[in-house]
């Protein structure tokens, strides 16, 4: 598995990951805090326009961030488009295409099972109220979307996208789920000027990271509360990206310790669980 970025357990930033042309991978168990996780992105354009590979003993979702693809496998061939998701069993052969450009976000993990191939319309996610939801308060509004989550029958990863309202909060009341999932975010369709600041801490006075983040960068959470926060006239957008420690057992999406002090009015994520 290639990866584009050196060795450092400690390391919380990986900056610019939507950099390069065509399959690339960011962030590995190899190269990260991450135990299981696998972030990686696939863009293709007029001079790139296809990739194939094997998920091998990886079980892999694919989010479609920008323009549409069509990809090969199984024997099948289907069509992706904006803010679609797949996800791709183990010992599986992939084949992807495009046209006019894709940009995919890839996340995977490795599993014992094999699990099988389904396609996620985000039509599909719009008519399900626990799937897209609004939630926060008036300073802490976004919309939640999930992509891979109980919508998909899958051994570890989990998989959506978070869209805040400008120079809101998200992840807000700050939560963690740890024992269960380690997590990672991806920012995406943030350009110039616009950034946020993202917290990642188990103890506030002492946080593991603080920092700016903005368009293509990931930030890796292996354990505590890690709330962010959209500059005044800009949103924070980001893919969130989840693989379970225990194969299936640990695979839920809303299951989270609120911090305390916060935790008055519930965790934000209620509508997930109907």
């Known amino acids: 598995m290639s990866t584009q970025m050196q060795p450092s357990p400690d390391r919380y930033i990986f900056r610019g990951t939507n950099r390069q042309k065509g399959r690339h991978h960011a962030v590995t168990p190899e190269n990260s805090s991450m135990k299981h996780l696998v972030y990686?992105?696939?863009?293709?354009d007029g001079e790139?326009?296809?990739?194939?590979f094997s998920t091998e003993t990886y079980e892999t979702g694919l989010i479609c961030l920008a323009g549409a693809c069509t990809l090969k496998a199984d024997?099948?061939?289907?069509r992706i488009e904006h803010r679609d998701s797949i996800y791709l069993p183990r010992d599986t052969?992939?084949?992807?295409e495009t046209e006019g450009g894709v940009?995919?976000?890839?996340?995977s993990?490795?599993?014992?099972?094999?699990?099988?191939?389904q396609v996620v319309r985000f039509s599909d996610i719009e008519r399900d109220p626990s799937l897209r939801f609004q939630t926060g308060g008036p300073s802490t509004t976004r919309t939640i979307n999930i992509a891979l989550g109980k919508n998909v029958q899958a051994g570890r990863i989990v998989a959506g996208f978070t869209s805040s309202e400008p120079?809101?909060?998200?992840s807000w009341p700050p939560h963690e789920h740890a024992a269960m999932l380690e997590e990672l975010y991806?920012?995406?369709?943030?350009?110039?000027p616009a950034f946020g600041v993202q917290f990642v801490y188990t103890n506030p006075d002492e946080p593991e990271f603080v920092g700016v983040v903005h368009d293509g960068d990931a930030v890796v959470m292996p354990r505590g509360f890690h709330p962010n926060v959209s500059v005044p006239g800009h949103r924070i957008n980001f893919v969130w990206l989840m693989a379970a420690h225990r194969e299936t057992e640990d695979r839920q999406f809303g299951v989270v310790t609120v911090q305390p002090g916060f935790d008055q009015a519930g965790t934000g994520l209620e509508a997930s669980r109907k």
């Not at 993990?109 to 191939?117: D, H, M, Q, S, T």
């Not at 120079?167 to 998200?170: I, L, N, P």
């Not at 991806?186 to 110039?192: E, F, I, L, S």
Request: with cysteine; hydrophobic share 35%; charged share 25%.
């Open 75 to 78: 024997g099948e061939t289907y």
């Open 40 to 44: 990686g992105r696939i863009i293709l």
């Open 109 to 117: 993990a490795e599993v014992e099972g094999k699990y099988p191939l």
């Open 186 to 192: 991806v920012y995406y369709d943030m350009p110039a």
């Open 103 to 107: 940009d995919l976000v890839e996340c």
């Open 167 to 170: 120079g809101h909060w998200t």
């Open 48 to 52: 790139t326009p296809r990739v194939s």
């Open 93 to 96: 052969s992939v084949e992807i």
